[in-house]
């Protein structure tokens, strides 16, 4: 009888505790990863929903990425996502430890031939470092009909850019209000053009050994696009 009554007291404790759930990950999550020697940031938008997690990843070569297979067991969050890498499309995996408001990951190719680590903290956490864009890169754009090369001399000190744009048939030109923030540049330079000084606006999207730029006059009558490489 009071092995039974002990038995009843065992199950009776069991209903008091709370029931086990998969941590909820649901929210922006940003970290950086190095890439052939060059600090790239990675922003995770992740929504679960118990154990399964949807969402995107945004700083890959193409971006955003979907999520799929998304699962969290024993404090591990796992999913994979396709991205395209010059010309062929590859499978990363990611495998992350979850620790309150920072998950430490591990991805790469399926195939085993890359892989990297990042640890990415929740939006409002730990302020991720700045991304360093300091070097030359290189592309061009079109300008009627005609491929003109471009080369952006980069210095990044934080949040600060400075440097020079190339190209468009003049000598260098200096940077003004130079920025980085999170996974985006900006900055406006002067150039001449056909007896005229034109202000241009760029805004670029880091991702992965590349910066994909919209461009053109400020007030709007003239744009193009293109994407420098390091």
């Not at 024993?74 to 990363?92: P, R």
């Not at 956490?125 to 592309?139: F, I, K």
């Not at 007896?195 to 006059?217: E, H, R, V």
Request: net charge negative.
């Amino acid at each position: 009888m009071k092995a039974l009554l002990r038995l009843f007291g065992f199950f009776a404790f069991l209903c008091l505790l709370p029931a086990a759930r998969a941590a909820d990950i649901s929210g922006t999550w940003k970290g950086t990863f190095d890439f052939q020697g060059m600090t790239m940031p990675l922003t995770l938008n992740l929504k679960a929903a118990d154990a399964a997690v949807t969402g995107t990843v945004e700083g890959l070569p193409t971006t955003p990425a979907e999520i799929h297979d998304g699962k969290i067991d024993a404090g591990m969050v796992t999913f994979w996502a396709n991205t395209d890498y010059q010309g062929a499309t590859y499978k990363l995996l990611f495998k992350g430890k979850i620790s309150g408001d920072s998950i430490d990951f591990e991805f790469g190719t399926e195939d085993g031939s890359w892989g990297t680590t990042m640890t990415a903290k929740r939006e409002g956490g730990q302020a991720v470092a700045p991304v360093d864009v300091s070097g030359v890169w290189t592309g061009s754009f079109d300008f009627n009909g005609t491929s003109v090369p471009v080369t952006l001399k980069l210095k990044s000190d934080g949040v600060t850019l400075n440097g020079t744009v190339e190209g468009m048939g003049q000598a260098p030109v200096d940077i003004h209000d130079g920025k980085v923030d999170g996974d985006t540049v900006t900055f406006w330079v002067n150039v001449d053009y056909q007896g005229q000084t034109y202000a241009l606006n760029y805004k670029g999207k880091i991702s992965a050994g590349q910066i994909a730029f919209d461009f053109g006059t400020a007030d709007g009558s003239w744009g193009a696009s293109m994407t420098v490489k390091k």
